[in-house]
């Protein structure tokens, strides 16, 4: 028995190859690695910020950073392209709190992207699970959902 | 969300909430920035004129509150990064750097 393998006719016009939320980032000018500190999987914040109703904006300073690579085509195409990438803040009841729209360009024969955002504040509404939605625009125009970089929202005892 | 460039303007349109005929009001943030606005003061699309020219990022939130921001991009276009010549293997990076700071 074959599978039908289902071809995406509009795929974004670059891939996301990771990404991940850390406190600090760093480049090292000669060589163009980056490097990262704290990476950050939860935060911890006093539960009497919780009692408030709604939309809560704490300031906690953190970054984005992620790599993305160009589609390539079947053909040799190395050309200067341009692309918008979305970041969408999304909460545990899957409420977009914060949207961040970025062109990101890839130079003539460069594959890759580093793209860093930085954060001063992080807008949050109830304890859990959220999530940095990360969407590419494809050859339609339309933003495509690429990947999730996670963030736990902990409630912990004020000291 | 659908963007729309056009390459012989070279102008952007980010469509955030619905189609162009709801709104109602345009502002003018800079000469080549400008906002359109439902009735209800509710951020409807972004157009970038020279967008080339402009490389902006956009945050804004999605509650009754809605606020529209924009951030200038700093483009590093590094060329490829340089090892030393006493190491074996060569780590040297050649990837595009974008970021910005909200």
Not at chain 1, 46 to 74: A, C, D, H, N, T
Not at chain 2, 72 to 93: L, S, V, Y
Request: hydrophobic share 35%; proline share 5%; aromatic share 10%.
């Amino acid at each position: 028995m074959t599978s039908i393998k289902k071809v995406d006719q509009h795929p974004p016009t670059a891939q996301f190859l990771w990404g991940l939320l850390c406190s600090l980032s760093s480049i090292d000018q000669e060589r163009n690695n980056v490097s990262l500190f704290n990476i950050v999987e939860e935060i911890g914040i006093p539960q009497e910020i919780f009692k408030q109703e709604g939309k809560k904006v704490i300031p906690f300073v953190f970054e984005i950073v992620m790599l993305l690579r160009r589609i390539v085509s079947s053909t040799v195409d190395d050309r200067e392209i341009t692309t918008d990438i979305e970041v969408a803040l999304v909460d545990p009841e899957e409420k977009e709190l914060k949207k961040i729209i970025a062109p990101v360009k890839f130079q003539k024969g460069i594959q890759r992207n580093r793209l860093r955002i930085r954060f001063n504040t992080l807008d949050i509404t109830v304890p859990g699970n959220y999530g940095f939605r990360i969407s590419v625009k494809n050859s339609e125009g339309f933003l495509k959902h690429v990947g999730t970089i996670p963030l736990e929202v902990k409630p912990r005892p004020f000291k | 969300m659908k963007i729309r460039y056009d390459k012989e303007t070279d102008s952007k349109y980010i469509e955030v909430t619905a189609s162009k005929k709801n709104v109602s009001c345009t502002k003018k943030e800079k000469d080549w920035l400008l906002f359109d606005y439902d009735e209800k003061g509710k951020i409807m699309g972004i157009e970038i004129l020279d967008a080339s020219e402009h490389p902006v990022a956009f945050s804004f939130t999605m509650d009754d509150e809605a606020c529209i921001r924009y951030f200038p991009i700093a483009n590093c276009f590094t060329e490829e990064g340089r090892a030393t010549g006493n190491e074996k293997f060569a780590f040297g990076e050649r990837t595009n750097e974008t970021s910005f700071s909200l």
